[in-house]
T-cell receptor
């Protein structure tokens, strides 16, 4: 399966600032996904990032707060804008496996907002 | 809409024993896929096993097997001969042919006692 990396692995940020998280895959993939996992909670899909088109956001998530870029088939970024302590979470990118039967996840970015 | 229910928030099991993690699901889509992921304390999401709704046999991957009972809408994960390294959160998830996203359950924290 593909190797997925994320940067940074963790960060501590001040409220009101923004952080951009990078997701790099070692092979070309059509669909990439961004998830949020709040402390003690399950994973929630933020958006689906497709190359060449705007990301598709899930209910409760907006582009102004979580802008996403997908410049090519191996890379995507998620920005968490104007952060507040409630944004403290693990953010994970994922790719669809062959045949889209499953999704494989990156190692995650652990974000703490003070 | 799809839904995953995991009724065991936490479990303790003696090393080398088998353990069953419960998962029930709800969907009106006749074509769907069921997954189990493992999340150690590091935060990464590790894909364990996949079962398609039309698969005739239960999926197996090494020490992991999925006890798929379609009529009961259950997809329990069985781990044989548990090891200390199996201590982690375990998430059951579902995807359907009509939706590319994965819906996760609330998770079960498994702790293996030496």
């Amino acid at each position: 399966s593909a190797v997925i990396s994320q940067k940074p692995s963790r960060d501590i940020c001040q409220r009101g600032t923004s952080l951009t998280i990078q997701c790099q895959v070692d092979s070309q993939v059509t669909m990439m996904f961004w998830y949020r996992q709040q402390p003690g909670q399950s994973l929630t899909l933020i958006a689906t990032a497709n190359q060449g088109s705007e990301a598709t956001y899930e209910s409760g998530f907006v582009i102004d707060k979580f802008p996403i870029s997908r410049p090519n088939l191996t890379f995507s970024t998620l920005t968490v804008s104007n952060m507040s302590p409630e944004d403290s979470s693990i953010y994970l990118c994922a790719i669809a496996g062959q045949g889209a039967d499953t999704q494989y996840f990156g190692p995650g970015t652990r974000l703490t907002v003070l | 809409a799809q839904k995953i229910t995991q009724t065991q928030p936490g479990m303790f099991v003696q090393e080398k024993e088998a353990v069953t993690l419960d998962c029930t699901y709800d969907t009106s889509d006749p074509s769907y896929g069921l997954f189990w992921y493992k999340q150690p304390s590091s935060g990464e999401m590790i894909f364990l096993i996949y079962q398609g709704s039309y698969d005739q046999q239960n999926a197996t991957e090494g020490r992991y097997s999925l006890n798929f009972q379609k009529a009961r809408k259950s997809a329990n994960l069985v781990i044989s001969a548990s090891q200390l390294g199996d201590s982690a959160m375990y998430f059951c998830a579902i995807t359907t042919s009509s939706a590319s996203k994965i819906i996760f359950g609330s998770g079960t924290r498994l702790s293996i006692r030496p």
